[in-house]
């Protein structure tokens, strides 16, 4: 099975543009994807907290989409029994895509926001930069991390490979990473820990695969980062 690990529904606030689940389905019918993960837009998700619930709700109309939580400013914890496979967690109360805020670290909220993730298993796609990211998993390693576009966006991809080739507990998505540098991460660490993500609307679903499918790699390694790694940290037996 198939699954694209990162990709965002509705409206885009900022950027003046909505992912319908119409082209969501339409790329993973063109790119032979049989699930994927769906969250909000940051800019949505900080305007209204309850956007939560509408992409709960697409999810439950489409079963082939697995539904993250997008962790809010104010720490608010993903809600047990609700059906939220994993949390997207996106510069928290920093400067999207730029600046992380790193008083976060601090706040006696964070704490709980951690307890509540941990006790439900929910792997956290973490996007911040380096320094935030390396203190996180300090801190918490109790806490299963992906890290996305294999760390581009937060700083460079090679510094969160060496920093993190041990840790199991971090892994990594390819969402709009060469395939040279998806390469180089699953030799490092193993295909064990990296997972397959488009990033749609700015990656598209075939391309991003394509990339993967370039590498040649073995069936096996091929099966775990194209679906078998998703499946397993979301908890989910491949049917």
């Known amino acids: 099975m198939r699954v694209d690990f990162h990709t965002h529904l509705g409206p885009s606030l900022s950027l003046g543009l909505q992912v319908?689940?119409?082209?969501?389905?339409?790329?993973?019918?063109?790119?032979?994807?049989?699930?994927?993960?769906?969250?909000?837009?940051?800019?949505?998700?900080?305007?209204?907290?309850?956007?939560?619930?509408?992409?709960?709700?697409?999810?439950?109309?489409?079963?082939?989409?697995?539904?993250?939580?997008?962790?809010?400013?104010?720490?608010?914890p993903p809600p047990e029994g609700k059906g939220f496979l994993g949390v997207k967690w996106h510069w928290v109360r920093g400067v999207s895509d730029c600046s992380s805020n790193y008083s976060v670290l601090e706040d006696p909220g964070l704490k709980g926001f951690v307890k509540a993730v941990a006790s439900l298993r929910l792997p956290v796609i973490f996007e911040e930069e380096f320094n935030f990211t390396v203190r996180f998993v300090e801190k918490f390693p109790e806490v299963l991390l992906v890290v996305p576009h294999l760390g581009m966006l937060g700083g460079n991809p090679l510094s969160f490979l060496k920093a993190f080739k041990e840790n199991e507990n971090v892994c990594f998505d390819t969402s709009l990473a060469s395939p040279q540098t998806i390469r180089a991460f699953i030799e490092e660490v193993g295909p064990e820990r990296i997972l397959f993500g488009s990033d749609i609307p700015f990656g598209h679903m075939k391309t991003e695969l394509n990339k993967i499918l370039s590498l040649e790699l073995e069936p096996k390694a091929l099966s775990l980062v194209t679906g078998g790694n998703a499946l397993r940290l979301m908890g989910l037996a491949e049917k």
């Open 20 to 76: 319908s689940p119409e082209e969501i389905l339409r790329q993973m019918a063109e790119a032979g994807v049989d699930r994927t993960v769906v969250f909000p837009f940051p800019s949505a998700a900080v305007a209204d907290k309850a956007v939560n619930n509408w992409v709960l709700e697409e999810a439950g109309r489409r079963k082939v989409f697995y539904p993250f939580y997008y962790a809010p400013d104010d720490l608010a």
